[in-house]
């Protein structure tokens, strides 16, 4: 089970924001990814194996952590990183289970 | 440039089959030994939820609380494939997404990088 915190974050244009995403057991290998999904889009993928970030994504996103505890910060929030981002356990089967999401808004 | 596009019914009463297909351009199903092609859905104001996926082997893997519902399968001559989810009811109400995810072999099983722009299933009589 995966666990997000804030529910939602409330900053302004340029601000950092620090997302948190804790497992109830250890996720082997770090196989947690971060997804933002923008109203009425699909969620994209932003980062995988805990810090890496995925193709095309740039570099004001990073990941961190291991074990349970994994954060993903956002360096400067621009107008389109107002949006829903969804940690995500993955390498094991079933396809991994998704947590409830931090919803990012404007402040 | 990959592009997954679903397509299907977007009304449907309940205790009917819903039946999508997720149209995939830009790469082969056949030729792409090492991803799977699944199905999502995500109800309104939740998180996504995986429903099932298929291996251009054919192997298809399903949710264990839908698995006697569910069917996906896939036309390789047209590089698409299918999602079948009978008996629906309200709670089936979502946004059905298909997406690509990697496998063991490549340490991305279940790892989604790939998604269509989804297409929104409502269940009501």
């Known amino acids: 089970v995966l666990t997000q915190s804030p529910g939602t974050l409330s900053l302004s244009p340029g601000e950092r924001a620090t997302l948190s995403c804790r497992a109830s057991q250890t996720i082997r290998r770090d196989y947690l990814a971060w997804y933002r999904q923008k109203p009425g889009q699909a969620p994209r993928l932003l980062i995988y194996g805990a810090s890496n970030r995925a193709t095309g994504i740039p570099d004001r996103f990073s990941g961190s952590g291991s074990g349970t505890d994994f954060t993903l910060a956002i360096s400067r929030l621009e107008a389109e990183d107002f949006a829903v981002y969804y940690c995500?356990?993955?390498?094991?089967?079933?396809?991994?289970?998704f947590g409830p999401g931090t919803k990012v808004e404007i402040k | 440039q990959r592009q997954l596009q679903e397509s299907g019914p977007g009304l449907l009463r309940p205790s009917e089959t819903l039946s999508l297909t997720c149209n995939v351009s830009?790469?082969?199903?056949?030729?792409?030994?090492?991803?799977?092609w699944g199905w999502l859905r995500q109800p309104p104001g939740k998180e996504p939820e995986w429903i099932g996926s298929i291996h251009y082997s054919g192997a298809t893997y399903y949710k264990s609380s839908l698995k006697s519902r569910v069917t996906i399968s896939a036309d390789m001559s047209k590089n698409r494939f299918s999602l079948n989810l009978t008996s629906v009811t309200a709670a089936d109400t979502a946004v059905y997404y298909c997406a690509r995810h990697g496998s063991f072999g490549l340490g991305s099983y279940g790892l989604f990088d790939f998604w269509g722009q989804g297409a929104l299933v409502t269940v009501s009589s």
């Open positions: 830009g790469t082969s199903i056949s030729g792409s030994s090492g991803y799977y």
């Open positions: 995500q356990q993955y390498g094991d089967s079933p396809p991994g289970t």
